[in-house]
């Protein structure tokens, strides 16, 4: 097998500008990402045509989404209900695919026509629940839409189940995890109740995602940010004048 091209890949000015302003904005309002499986994933995104399958967690998973493409060196294409799309139109610059999930006809042909489009370094990214749904607390409820963009990927192409979860750890803000879990063949996808097959993983790594010793930061948490304010620092003069007094007193 060849080994796979992890050089930089060369994107456009739009594409660069959108990645500084999602690093700027979860530099400023996410206590970092963290990733786990990275490196495997940046091979096989080399490789292989995927179908990238993630739980839908927040707001931020656009942003998210955004900078785990550029450290798995890929473009990539994420399906979007065309409504949510057409209010965001800038992500059509990162190769967003509208699907009209109120026509169930036309969404069939057109999960069929972005399952052929699945090449390596250029993968279809999908939420199959289709909406948010929160981590630990409510089912995923995956949709049968992933198993008609798997049968029409290429033979090839391989299935990756992504966990994305939030918690609040160490700051005010919260911290987003991403796991890059084990790829499944497409014909385990295929067959009857392959979404829940894909849940079922996408379940199973969400139980140790964030407590997870294989870690890695994606963009690092900014530690002790809320200990630096003004307050903070404010609190921590006083502290030290007392026990400066303390220690005159104890001197005398």
């Known amino acids: 097998m060849a080994r796979p091209d992890l050089r930089p890949m060369n994107v456009g000015p739009r594409l660069k500008l959108l990645r500084h302003y999602a690093r700027r904005r979860v530099r400023r309002e996410l206590d970092g990402i963290y990733t786990r499986g990275l490196k495997e994933a940046r091979a096989l995104v080399a490789q292989h045509p995927l179908i990238i399958c993630s739980n839908h967690v927040s707001w931020w998973?656009?942003?998210?989404?955004?900078?785990?493409?550029?450290?798995?060196?890929?473009?990539?294409?994420?399906?979007?209900?065309?409504?949510?799309?057409?209010?965001?139109?800038?992500?059509?610059?990162?190769?967003?695919?509208?699907?009209?999930?109120?026509?169930?006809?036309?969404?069939?042909?057109?999960?069929?026509?972005?399952?052929?489009?699945?090449?390596?370094?250029?993968?279809?990214?999908?939420?199959?629940?289709?909406?948010?749904?929160?981590?630990?607390?409510?089912?995923?409820?995956?949709?049968?839409?992933?198993?008609?963009?798997?049968?029409?990927?290429?033979?090839?192409?391989?299935?990756?189940?992504?966990?994305?979860?939030?918690?609040?750890?160490?700051?005010?803000?919260?911290?987003?995890?991403?796991?890059?879990?084990?790829?499944?063949?497409?014909?385990?996808?295929?067959r009857r109740k392959g979404e829940a097959r894909v849940q079922a993983r996408i379940d199973s790594a969400l139980k140790t995602l964030w407590r997870s010793d294989e870690l890695m930061p994606l963009l690092a948490s900014r530690k002790n940010r809320e200990l630096n304010g003004l307050g903070s620092k404010t609190l921590k003069l006083i502290a030290r004048e007392e026990h400066n007094a303390d220690d005159k007193k104890e001197r005398s």
């Open 61 to 190: 998973d656009p942003f998210v989404l955004l900078l785990s493409a550029e450290a798995l060196n890929m473009r990539g294409r994420c399906l979007m209900d065309h409504k949510a799309l057409s209010n965001l139109g800038f992500f059509r610059w990162l190769g967003a695919i509208p699907i009209h999930m109120n026509n169930p006809r036309l969404a069939l042909k057109e999960l069929s026509d972005a399952g052929q489009r699945a090449r390596p370094s250029d993968p279809i990214w999908i939420f199959p629940s289709g909406e948010y749904k929160r981590p630990h607390v409510e089912d995923l409820q995956f949709r049968s839409g992933l198993v008609r963009l798997c049968k029409s990927a290429p033979k090839n192409a391989l299935v990756l189940p992504v966990a994305l979860d939030v918690a609040f750890i160490e700051a005010k803000v919260p911290r987003y995890f991403v796991g890059f879990e084990a790829p499944m063949p497409l014909d385990e996808c295929i």
